[in-house]
């Protein structure tokens, strides 16, 4: 529970990461100047390429530099930063920003050198089978509060004019979003997708600075998904066994295993009533209750099994604790497939299918469903199915915020090879090829009126806030 | 190191074994006969299309209980490579028992498939097979070769992904034992182990790697193909819908190719070329470096004189400041910086404008970036009677001349693979579909509703699609200049009337 609310917190945090106070209705206005591409095209990456990579663990580095920075007892808040990473470019105070980060320069090192790790391996699926719902996740937070000193580095770069060395910050942001997505949690995607709204929002203001590269193929070279759901939605599965089977969650998904050792069952037995206090299943206080329970249900939770594919013989052998939870875990999985199936497919088809079965999962919580005739024992899909709609969603308003700045860059890159001026429409630019909105398939919307373009997302999810439906107003700079 | 000589760059020959030329040709040998086994195989060689039959069949429940990638909470902490490396033990002298004969094996129709054989082969390369099931159960897979190819570059050993090969044939007569047997379970967990492997084998920064990991998963689709047909055969639409999209990153084997390139004239940290900043060599690299040069330019201008070289160098000295100046390294530097760094650092600035040419079509969908990328290499070929006139401002080591790769290639390779797995998803729409509506192919494949029909991820279009009479024709439309089945695979399909047992 306390995971789940962490992780609908964190929602709240990335639809709002553009503004503390009060929703961003947009639309942004940039002031841009034109400017062709560069070339070699990938002179600037935002994500470090092999070769400035190093052998290594980038989790080991930033745990250091996590160290480091907590040492810092002396020295400027990290609050001001926060307060910063809003402030105008030109309103920033230089002096004061610089001190910050001259404090803090050691664990901003070492997060760089993580930045630019091979690998970064954080342990957590360890954890996670172990420890399941109750694993700790601190690198989360501290991930955090080191993202934002980079955020500050590199508004005080684009304010000291040196936008080279703010896309090479922006570079170690980016790395580290996604270095913290490598954790098979929903909570570390999400914040992965939390850093990366950020930075992208740094970065609107780095394109347009009068000096800035054009960014078109560094945004066009980005991975798509920028941030892959996979491991996290897959860590939610795992989480779930090792509730029940810590260490070997697998022997649970294993269709040819036996029945558990008299000890193993008993063991399985407190677990279960402990999951079910957990969760709060209303009317599951008492052992007895639930032991009924699970004898009542014996029989359809065996056909369910065999169903399912387990052979006859080895159901009969398992005790019923253990029938039942493999029966509750068998209807998990059929809604947690359900979900899963579609992560892969794109934004606009897979919407509707999630939205509709998450109107079935919520049937599956009321307290009525315990005593369903053919239901399991404990309801667990109920309760520990993820809001799969709300995380792809902010995975695919990542995206949609790359593919939007692809797309200023596109407009900024036309205008370089046609005199300064606009395009008429997004179909003019010939020179690259435009990106699709990556939540509906469809290109984004463009409209000129006079000297200034209007590059809008469609409203989605009901909402026309920034974060939902992202827009620009776009001028030209005379070069 | 030697001490310094004044003969230092014929001396250095000893620390850099092969000359460029023969690494270059060595590499471009092994990277053609890959393409070649991705390629069209000879028994696939046949024109026309494979006939398949198929029994209607519903989507599993739960969705994916039969997956083609093992999920996290069947994986174990672990590093793959060091499982696929162990298994490398026991197939020593396998390539040679899994030649021509039992190659034949893979072939043969399943009726003729002789079980007794390779029931018996499977026996003796038991131990390998098993350390591979634990590899691709694997959390991680890191082969280490980032390493070696910073010391030893483009020549840097790659045996051990060499034997995912070997692996890959024993798995796919395993496949083909345990469809012959009726062990359908078996065979799609077997053809999951393969696809695994094929993905393991990117994670190696090499396009040969790459290649390999295409062959590999190639291999599964046609043993897929195969599992498809069998009458009880289970719908594995989620399955293949799960897959990751493009199914194979290149990413990381193009990055590894600059990678080498660059290690090659600074071998352990070849980012120091990277960085603009960076200033003068110290003698001893100069000394290192200058030996290196000499060898690549003389295999590929034919200048086998260094004085001859060291006069070209001169003579394209003044361009060659120009070129690293725009590039943006500071003035100072660049005019501290003796005329063999100089002329190393120009061309490599040439070769990095025609690598990020064709890394920047990378994430692209296929239609979009083969035109471009096609375009590229022909200015890369058009330029090379420049690039060899020592006249011209080209640079003085053409080394993107030399070792620039295919990439057009290998990126055509990826999309094969993704058609050939798009296909086979559509084929299984199809059954998903006939299972729904009294066994009957729909007319079109629009008419599919229960589950999105993919596009053909060459053209992101739909896949030609015709209904005569009892079956349907399935097919996709040649690319990059090649009409075989390997690139445009194509299908007839009839389903089986059936009316029970669909749900399995």
């Given at each position: 529970?306390?995971?789940?609310?962490f992780?609908?917190?964190?929602?709240t945090?990335?639809s709002?990461?553009?503004?503390?106070d009060?929703?961003?209705?947009?639309?942004?206005r940039?002031?841009?100047?034109?400017?062709?591409?560069?070339?070699?095209a990938?002179?600037?990456?935002?994500?470090?390429?092999?070769?400035?990579?190093?052998?290594?663990?980038?989790?080991?580095?930033y745990?250091?530099a996590?160290?480091?920075?907590?040492?810092?007892?002396?020295g400027?808040?990290?609050?001001?930063?926060?307060?910063?990473?809003g402030?105008?470019?030109?309103?920033?105070?230089?002096?004061?920003?610089?001190?910050?980060?001259k404090?803090?320069r050691?664990?901003?090192?070492?997060?760089?050198i993580?930045?630019?790790?091979?690998?970064?391996?954080?342990?957590?699926?360890?954890?996670?089978?172990?420890?399941?719902?109750?694993a700790l996740?601190?690198?989360?937070?501290?991930?955090?509060?080191?993202s934002?000193?980079?955020?500050?580095?590199?508004?005080?770069?684009?304010?000291?004019?040196r936008?080279?060395?703010?896309?090479?910050?922006a570079?170690?942001?980016?790395?580290?979003?996604?270095?913290?997505?490598?954790?098979p949690?929903?909570?570390?995607?999400?914040?992965?997708?939390?850093l990366t709204?950020?930075?992208?929002?740094?970065?609107?203001d780095?394109v347009?600075?009068?000096?800035?590269?054009?960014?078109?193929?560094?945004?066009?070279?980005?991975?798509?998904?920028?941030?892959d759901?996979?491991?996290?939605?897959?860590?939610?599965?795992?989480?779930?066994?090792?509730?029940?089977?810590?260490?070997?969650?697998?022997?649970?998904?294993?269709?040819?295993a036996?029945?558990?050792?008299?000890?193993q069952?008993r063991?399985?037995?407190?677990?279960?009533?402990?999951?079910?206090?957990?969760?709060?299943?209303?009317?599951?206080?008492?052992?007895?209750?639930?032991?009924?329970?699970?004898?009542?249900?014996?029989?359809?939770?065996?056909?369910a099994?065999?169903?399912a594919?387990?052979?006859?013989?080895?159901?009969?052998?398992?005790?019923?604790?253990?029938?039942?939870l493999?029966?509750a875990?068998?209807?998990y999985?059929l809604?947690m497939?359900a979900?899963?199936?579609?992560?892969?497919?794109?934004?606009?088809?897979?919407?509707?299918?999630?939205?509709?079965?998450?109107r079935?999962?919520?049937?599956?919580?009321?307290?009525?469903?315990?005593?369903?005739?053919?239901?399991?024992?404990?309801?667990?899909?109920?309760?520990?199915?993820?809001a799969?709609?709300?995380?792809?969603?902010?995975?695919?308003?990542?995206?949609?915020?790359?593919?939007l700045?692809?797309?200023v860059?596109?407009?900024r890159l036309?205008?370089?090879?046609?005199?300064g001026k606009?395009?008429?429409?997004?179909?003019?630019?010939?020179?690259?090829?435009?990106?699709?909105?990556?939540?509906?398939?469809?290109?984004?919307?463009?409209?000129?009126?006079?000297?200034?373009?209007?590059?809008?997302?469609?409203?989605?999810?009901?909402r026309?806030?920034?974060?939902h439906?992202p827009?620009y107003e776009?001028?030209l700079?005379?070069? | 190191l030697?001490?310094?000589?004044?003969?230092g760059?014929?001396?250095?020959?000893?620390?850099?074994p092969?000359?460029?030329?023969?690494?270059?040709?060595r590499?471009?040998?092994?990277?053609?006969g890959?393409?070649l086994?991705?390629?069209?195989?000879?028994?696939?060689?046949?024109?026309?299309?494979h006939?398949?039959?198929l029994s209607p069949?519903?989507a599993?429940?739960?969705?994916?209980?039969r997956?083609?990638?093992?999920?996290?909470?069947?994986?174990?902490?672990?590093n793959?490579?060091?499982?696929?490396?162990?298994?490398?033990?026991?197939?020593?002298?396998?390539?040679?028992e899994?030649?021509?004969a039992v190659?034949?094996?893979t072939?043969?129709?399943?009726e003729?498939?002789?079980?007794?054989?390779?029931?018996?082969?499977?026996?003796?390369y038991?131990k390998a097979?098993?350390?591979?099931?634990a590899?691709?159960?694997c959390?991680s897979?890191?082969?280490?070769?980032?390493?070696?190819?910073r010391?030893?570059n483009?020549?840097?050993?790659l045996?051990?992904?060499?034997?995912?090969r070997?692996l890959g044939t024993?798995?796919?007569?395993?496949?083909?034992l345990e469809?012959?047997?009726?062990?359908?379970d078996?065979?799609?967990?077997?053809a999951?182990?393969?696809?695994?492997?094929?993905?393991h084998?990117?994670?190696s920064?090499?396009?040969?790697?790459a290649?390999?990991?295409a062959?590999l998963?190639?291999?599964a689709?046609?043993r897929?193909e195969?599992?498809?047909?069998?009458?009880?055969?289970?719908?594995?639409?989620w399955?293949?819908?799960?897959?990751?999209?493009?199914?194979l990153?290149?990413r990381?084997?193009l990055?590894?190719?600059r990678?080498?390139?660059?290690?090659?004239?600074?071998?352990d940290?070849?980012e120091?070329?990277?960085?603009?900043?960076?200033?003068p060599w110290?003698?001893?690299?100069?000394r290192?470096?200058?030996?290196?040069?000499?060898?690549?330019?003389?295999?590929?201008?034919?200048?086998?004189?260094?004085?001859l070289f060291?006069f070209?160098?001169?003579?394209k000295?003044?361009?060659?400041?120009?070129?690293?100046?725009?590039?943006?390294?500071?003035?100072?530097?660049?005019e501290?910086m003796?005329?063999?760094?100089?002329?190393l650092?120009?061309?490599?600035?040439?070769?990095?404008?025609?690598?990020?040419?064709?890394?920047?079509?990378?994430?692209?969908?296929?239609?979009?970036?083969?035109?471009?990328?096609?375009?590229?290499e022909r200015r890369?070929k058009?330029?090379?009677?420049?690039?060899?006139?020592?006249?011209?401002?080209?640079p003085?080591?053409?080394?993107a001349?030399?070792?620039?790769?295919?990439?057009?290639?290998?990126?055509?390779?990826?999309?094969r693979?993704?058609?050939?797995?798009?296909?086979?998803r559509?084929?299984?729409?199809?059954?998903?579909?006939?299972?729904?509506?009294?066994?009957?192919?729909?007319?079109?494949?629009?008419e599919i509703?229960?589950?999105?029909?993919p596009?053909?991820?060459?053209?992101?279009?739909?896949?030609?699609y015709e209904?005569?009479g009892?079956?349907?024709t399935?097919?996709?439309t040649?690319f990059?200049g090649?009409?075989?089945?390997?690139?445009?695979?194509?299908?007839?399909i009839?389903?089986?009337?059936?009316?029970?047992?669909?749900n399995r």
């Amino acid at each position: 529970m306390s995971r789940t609310l962490f992780a609908l917190c964190l929602l709240t945090l990335c639809s709002r990461v553009a503004v503390a106070d009060g929703p961003d209705l947009g639309p942004h206005r940039l002031t841009l100047t034109p400017a062709k591409a560069t070339d070699p095209a990938l002179k600037y990456r935002l994500l470090p390429e092999l070769i400035e990579q190093r052998p290594g663990n980038a989790a080991e580095h930033y745990r250091k530099a996590t160290t480091l920075y907590k040492a810092i007892a002396e020295g400027p808040s990290l609050n001001q930063a926060y307060d910063w990473v809003g402030l105008p470019v030109d309103l920033l105070p230089k002096d004061e920003v610089a001190a910050l980060l001259k404090a803090y320069r050691e664990p901003m090192a070492e997060a760089e050198i993580g930045a630019r790790c091979e690998t970064c391996e954080w342990g957590t699926s360890d954890d996670l089978r172990k420890k399941n719902i109750g694993a700790l996740l601190p690198y989360v937070q501290e991930m955090r509060a080191l993202s934002v000193l980079f955020q500050v580095r590199l508004r005080l770069e684009l304010a000291e004019g040196r936008p080279g060395q703010a896309v090479r910050t922006a570079r170690t942001a980016l790395a580290m979003a996604r270095h913290v997505a490598e954790s098979p949690t929903l909570i570390s995607a999400l914040v992965g997708y939390a850093l990366t709204a950020q930075t992208l929002r740094q970065m609107e203001d780095l394109v347009q600075q009068p000096e800035a590269p054009n960014l078109y193929w560094a945004l066009t070279d980005l991975p798509r998904p920028f941030i892959d759901l996979r491991k996290g939605l897959e860590g939610e599965r795992l989480t779930a066994y090792s509730i029940f089977y810590p260490d070997h969650p697998e022997f649970l998904f294993d269709l040819n295993a036996g029945p558990l050792p008299p000890e193993q069952a008993r063991e399985l037995g407190n677990r279960f009533v402990g999951v079910a206090n957990l969760l709060d299943v209303p009317r599951f206080a008492g052992r007895w209750v639930f032991g009924l329970n699970v004898m009542r249900k014996h029989e359809e939770a065996k056909k369910a099994l065999v169903a399912a594919g387990r052979p006859r013989d080895k159901v009969e052998a398992m005790p019923p604790l253990q029938v039942a939870l493999l029966h509750a875990l068998t209807e998990y999985d059929l809604e947690m497939d359900a979900m899963l199936k579609w992560q892969s497919e794109p934004w606009w088809e897979t919407r509707p299918k999630l939205l509709e079965l998450e109107r079935q999962t919520r049937r599956l919580r009321p307290a009525e469903n315990i005593f369903r005739r053919d239901g399991p024992a404990l309801p667990l899909a109920g309760y520990l199915l993820p809001a799969l709609n709300k995380i792809a969603f902010a995975r695919v308003r990542t995206d949609r915020q790359i593919a939007l700045l692809r797309c200023v860059e596109a407009v900024r890159l036309h205008a370089a090879t046609h005199d300064g001026k606009l395009p008429a429409s997004l179909a003019e630019i010939k020179d690259v090829p435009l990106p699709l909105d990556p939540a509906t398939g469809k290109a984004f919307q463009y409209e000129i009126k006079g000297a200034t373009a209007t590059l809008r997302a469609t409203v989605v999810e009901g909402r026309n806030d920034f974060s939902h439906a992202p827009s620009y107003e776009i001028m030209l700079r005379k070069s | 190191l030697p001490s310094p000589s004044p003969c230092g760059i014929v001396e250095e020959r000893h620390l850099f074994p092969f000359s460029l030329g023969e690494l270059v040709m060595r590499r471009l040998l092994s990277l053609f006969g890959l393409l070649l086994l991705v390629g069209p195989l000879p028994a696939e060689d046949k024109p026309g299309p494979h006939y398949l039959f198929l029994s209607p069949r519903q989507a599993a429940e739960p969705a994916l209980r039969r997956r083609l990638l093992p999920e996290l909470v069947e994986q174990r902490p672990g590093n793959a490579a060091e499982h696929y490396q162990k298994a490398g033990g026991p197939l020593k002298g396998a390539s040679q028992e899994l030649s021509e004969a039992v190659y034949a094996w893979t072939q043969v129709p399943l009726e003729e498939f002789p079980k007794k054989e390779v029931r018996e082969l499977l026996a003796r390369y038991e131990k390998a097979t098993a350390e591979a099931e634990a590899g691709a159960c694997c959390e991680s897979c890191d082969w280490g070769h980032t390493s070696r190819i910073r010391k030893d570059n483009i020549g840097a050993g790659l045996s051990d992904i060499q034997d995912l090969r070997t692996l890959g044939t024993l798995f796919e007569l395993r496949i083909r034992l345990e469809v012959a047997e009726g062990s359908l379970d078996q065979a799609v967990r077997s053809a999951r182990t393969l696809l695994t492997m094929s993905r393991h084998a990117t994670e190696s920064p090499t396009l040969i790697s790459a290649l390999i990991g295409a062959a590999l998963a190639s291999k599964a689709a046609e043993r897929l193909e195969e599992i498809l047909q069998l009458p009880d055969a289970p719908n594995l639409y989620w399955a293949l819908t799960d897959l990751p999209r493009p199914f194979l990153d290149l990413r990381k084997a193009l990055q590894g190719e600059r990678l080498g390139a660059y290690s090659i004239f600074y071998p352990d940290h070849p980012e120091t070329y990277f960085d603009l900043d960076a200033g003068p060599w110290t003698k001893d690299e100069a000394r290192i470096i200058s030996g290196r040069l000499y060898n690549t330019t003389s295999d590929v201008t034919g200048i086998s004189n260094r004085y001859l070289f060291g006069f070209t160098v001169m003579k394209k000295h003044e361009a060659a400041k120009r070129a690293l100046l725009a590039a943006g390294r500071p003035r100072e530097r660049v005019e501290a910086m003796p005329p063999l760094q100089v002329a190393l650092l120009h061309s490599l600035a040439e070769y990095d404008v025609y690598m990020d040419d064709c890394l920047k079509w990378q994430a692209a969908p296929y239609w979009e970036s083969l035109a471009p990328l096609q375009e590229s290499e022909r200015r890369l070929k058009q330029s090379r009677a420049a690039a060899l006139d020592p006249r011209s401002d080209a640079p003085a080591m053409p080394v993107a001349h030399l070792l620039f790769p295919a990439t057009h290639k290998v990126l055509s390779v990826r999309a094969r693979v993704d058609r050939r797995l798009a296909m086979l998803r559509c084929i299984e729409a199809l059954r998903l579909h006939a299972a729904a509506h009294d066994d009957k192919l729909p007319a079109t494949l629009a008419e599919i509703k229960d589950v999105p029909a993919p596009v053909d991820p060459v053209t992101g279009k739909a896949f030609a699609y015709e209904l005569k009479g009892g079956s349907a024709t399935l097919s996709s439309t040649p690319f990059d200049g090649r009409s075989d089945w390997a690139n445009a695979p194509s299908f007839d399909i009839t389903m089986r009337t059936e009316k029970k047992g669909r749900n399995r």
